[in-house]
């Protein structure tokens, strides 16, 4: 029978060696299948119910601190005379920055039920003259792979360095506040009633952010519908849309709904949104947001492609007829690599290219439903100027009915003070942790002429 520890929640509590072997389980599973390690994890608690929230935490803080740091401990292994692995990743993690000494290791794997098997003679002998992690040379340091490194050295020149560290951070919790329902100090208020403490965002006028992690979902504030979970500069591609109440609005690459979300509030519940997407289950699950937050004015449409008919329909019939069209486009995602350290290793240079290409379809197709004077705002979540200013440029060189429209002289007539200039990248923005303290984001406007 497996022993069981009660914690002061009620919940069981597995022990130290358990855990140990569940994240190095979990690693190996993310190594083998490719799968994002977020639906690994979701998927293995559900198999793990024995383990209580305390458990789920520790274990999802070890499976992610080894994604974040993996070019180090592999550096370390290899110096060790280890051939790197999820097992030895894990174990050098507790011994070199957890403050774990090796005979506590030991006591936690060896000798637990549910633990690791032991260390090996050579393990342990290696494990004894680890070298310092601060010795790893630069390409081990950027805990990432050199390819992407090498691609970030190009995007960002002589403040590559510092750009890749703050990518390597962890990212905080932010929120946009639901302005169909409250303002920032009533999500504040409501927040601050259930144990929650919330600070305004420093760019985003409805933003906020917790002073520490904890869990959303279960809060009345979310399950009612006053806040969403968005980080700032996803908050901020949706404001520069420039949505108004009465306008008709496409967000093409919906997805789950979140940015369809703020333009709703925007919008205050008047126009029309049409939110598409390829994945018909990905704007399932976007209904449920839409009915909790209030937004009764967004309609879904499941397409085919990016040369679905409807496109065409519309186009042929309206010339376009939309005032905005939001092309939230699909990317490699490295401006998310705070909250997916996994990512990094799951990509590569051909997934960049491959995106780029597809990008460039998605931009005609989108143009089709922009009306004469309407704009078409291009946003990634990438680092890469592949998918973010090559696209938008061999659009614009295609078409002369088009032009860009500055960044920096939009951004005062829809968000408070000026665009940050260290974001600034021509006429369009790049944010990026270390400059704007967000998530990676490009963000392009482009303008249809009359």
């Known amino acids: 029978m497996r022993r069981r520890v009660r914690g002061r929640l009620g919940g069981a509590v597995v022990k ?8 190095i389980e979990l690693l190996r599973e993310i190594d083998a299948t490719g799968r ?5 994890l979701n998927e293995g608690f559900r198999k793990r119910r024995y383990a209580g929230s305390k458990d789920r935490a520790a274990i999802a803080e070890s499976v992610y601190g080894v994604m974040r740091r993996r070019g180090e401990l592999d550096w370390l292994s290899e110096q060790a005379g280890l051939i790197p692995d999820p097992r030895r990743r894990v174990l050098i993690r507790e011994l070199a920055w957890n403050g774990v000494d090796r005979q506590a290791l030991v006591e936690q794997i060896g000798a637990a039920a549910h633990g690791p098997a032991a260390l090996s003679p050579e393990e342990a002998a290696a494990f004894d003259s680890l070298p310092e992690g601060a010795a790893a040379p630069e390409a081990a340091r950027g805990n990432m792979p050199a390819w992407m490194q090498d691609r970030l050295r190009v995007t960002f020149g002589a403040d590559w360095r510092a750009e890749i560290a703050a990518l390597n951070k962890l990212a905080p919790v932010d929120l946009r506040v639901n302005t169909l329902k409250t303002d920032r100090p009533g999500a504040v208020a409501a927040l601050a009633a259930e144990g929650l403490e919330a600070a305004p965002t420093p760019l985003s006028p409805i933003g906020l952010r917790l002073s ?11 399950k009612k519908g006053l806040v969403e979970i968005q980080d700032e500069g996803s908050q901020l591609a949706s404001a520069l849309v420039d949505a108004r109440p009465g306008m008709k609005v496409v967000d093409f690459c919906a997805g789950g709904g979140g940015k369809s979300l703020a333009l709703a509030a925007a919008m205050q519940n008047t126009g029309r ?10 704007l399932k699950r976007a209904a449920d947001r839409l009915r909790r937050a209030g937004a009764h004015m967004v309609e879904r449409r499941v397409l085919s492609s990016e040369r679905d008919k409807w496109i065409g329909r519309r186009a042929g019939k309206f010339d376009g007829g939309f005032d905005r069209v939001l092309v939230d486009a699909p990317c490699s995602g490295t401006g998310t690599l705070r909250r997916s350290p996994d990512l990094k290793w799951r990509i590569d240079a051909a997934d960049v290219t491959a995106y ?6 998605i931009l005609e197709a989108a143009a089709r439903l922009v009306a004469p004077g309407g704009r078409m705002i291009y946003v990634t979540c990438s680092l890469f100027d592949e998918e973010n200013g090559d696209p938008v440029r061999r659009f614009l060189d295609s078409r002369d009915d088009f032009f860009s429209h500055p960044l920096s002289d939009l951004w005062p007539g829809v968000l408070p003070g000026t665009a940050p200039d260290a974001a600034l990248s021509g006429d369009a923005l790049l944010m990026t942790p270390r400059r704007t303290g967000t998530d990676g984001f ?6 249809r002429k009359r």
């Open 16 to 23: 130290p060696g358990a855990r140990l072997q569940t994240a």
């Open 36 to 40: 994002p390690a977020d639906q690994v």
């Open 212 to 222: 520490a992690r904890r869990p959303i979902a279960g809060t009345e504030a979310f």
């Open 273 to 282: 949104i049409v939110a598409c997407d390829t994945s018909e289950s990905r």
């Open 356 to 361: 780029s290409e597809r990008q460039a379809h």
């Open 442 to 447: 490009f963000i392009a406007i482009i303008g």
